[in-house]
């Protein structure tokens, strides 16, 4: 019987689909983005059980035959085994294109659905070995497909590949003009080869070798290592921009923040030059207490230029606007004397707009502190001056 045995011309098409495939298994083995991405992972899967099913498919058509001397129960699992391997096949490739369109996780349901047909399936597939109602062969030899071959064979590996481009459609918006040019079109190659093997009843061998053209298409547009290291240097660009963009709101920041701080000790400066104005306007004598308020009035002058001097030396500090960051210089300084400049500066607005206004010291704060007194001066000038403002 083994001399009319002959190896059916429909396998060599699976034999240069295995064949290719593995070659791009060794080309991309060596891959350097293998350990950084996910979505490799999965492609490396995706491979191994493609690569699986080929085999299994080969050996099925070189093997699978009673008249060459295999047993009928042997073929009878090589059968199941080549079934079983192609709907795994298709649930990798499945798997494979969520990680690109479900990225939030949202359709974990068409996964557990299909699992769950799975599990139905392999069920079945199992007592088919012995029960024989999806495939079987006659005790003369002959392969014989039963009625419920094609729904159970090809329903669930239909399913994860419509249910993946249904959801790819869904989020095709959101994808890349490459991503979704390389997804498209291997969701499509890899259905049609396995709708065509479904409506020949097997005839065409068509969903396997079909499934490899579409995972090369996966590999040269989305898993090559070029493609991965545009798009690191596309995620570089974009942190780059970020960075530029949150620099530049923080100068637009401290820009707008020192104006407020340059405009506080001008009014001081203005202020008491005006109540100096006021009190040598007309005076032919100055008496001893009115040299003693003109001289409060240039202390507060002198040290409201020193906070503008300040504030303008911090404006001039580029590494301080690149940072955003103001850098704190504790020394000594003495509250009752920072508190007083303070009121000279702020009681000018608030007598404008006829506001009360008065300060107070709990008598249990000590007189000499450790700190910076002029970012301690600044919060507090912004607060008063927000309070009278509003």
């Known amino acids: 019987m083994f001399e009319n045995y002959t190896i059916p011309s429909k396998t060599f098409f699976e034999i240069a689909s295995f064949v290719y495939l593995l070659i791009l298994y060794l080309i991309s083995f060596n891959d350097p983005n293998k350990a950084r991405l996910r979505s490799y992972k999965l492609f490396r899967s995706l491979e191994i059980n493609m ?91 002959e392969y014989l497909h039963g009625s419920l071959f094609v729904p159970i064979v090809f329903t669930v590996p239909i399913y994860y590949l419509a249910s993946g481009i249904v959801m790819l459609l869904k989020s095709i918006r959101r994808l890349g003009k490459r991503e979704r040019a390389a997804l498209c079109a291997a969701s499509v190659i890899t259905l049609f080869g396995t709708f065509i093997q479904a409506v020949t009843d097997g005839i065409l061998l068509l969903s396997l070798p079909f ?15 070029d493609y991965h290291e545009l798009i690191i240097t596309n995620e570089k660009l974009r942190l780059a921009k970020q960075d530029a963009i949150k620099a530049n709101r923080a100068k637009s920041d401290f820009l707008a923040s020192m104006s407020h701080e340059i405009r506080t ?53 580029l590494s301080k606007i690149e940072s955003g960051k103001m850098e704190i210089k504790p020394g000594p300084y003495l509250l009752h004397k920072m508190v007083a400049s303070i009121d000279t500066m702020i009681h000018i607005k608030a007598e404008q707009k006829r506001l009360l206004y008065s300060s107070k010291i709990d008598k249990g704060i000590p007189e000499h502190l450790i700190g910076d007194e002029l970012r301690i001066r600044q919060i507090m000038i912004n607060l008063l001056n927000n309070a009278v403002k509003y």
């Open 51 to 141: 690569l699986i099913a080929l085999l299994v498919s080969v050996l099925t058509y070189v093997f699978a035959y009673p008249q060459a001397g295999t047993p009928i129960f042997i073929c009878t699992l090589l059968r199941t085994m080549d079934s079983i391997m192609c709907v795994m096949a298709s649930r990798s490739f499945a798997v494979y294109l969520m990680e690109f369109v479900d990225t939030e996780k949202k359709m974990k349901w068409v996964g557990i659905v299909g699992n769950a047909m799975f599990a139905v399936y392999l069920g079945l597939m199992l007592l088919n070995i012995f029960l024989k109602f999806v495939l079987w062969y006659e005790p003369d030899g």
């Open 211 to 225: 499934g490899s053209v579409g995972i090369f298409v996966l590999y040269f547009f989305l898993e090559a290592a």
């Open 265 to 317: 000790p001008l009014n001081a400066v203005l202020g008491m030059d005006e109540l100096i104005a006021k009190e040598v306007r007309g005076v032919k004598e100055v008496s001893a207490s009115s040299l003693a308020r003109i001289g409060e009035y240039t202390d507060n002058i002198r040290e409201a230029g020193q906070i503008l001097l300040s504030v303008i030396n911090d404006i001039l500090d």
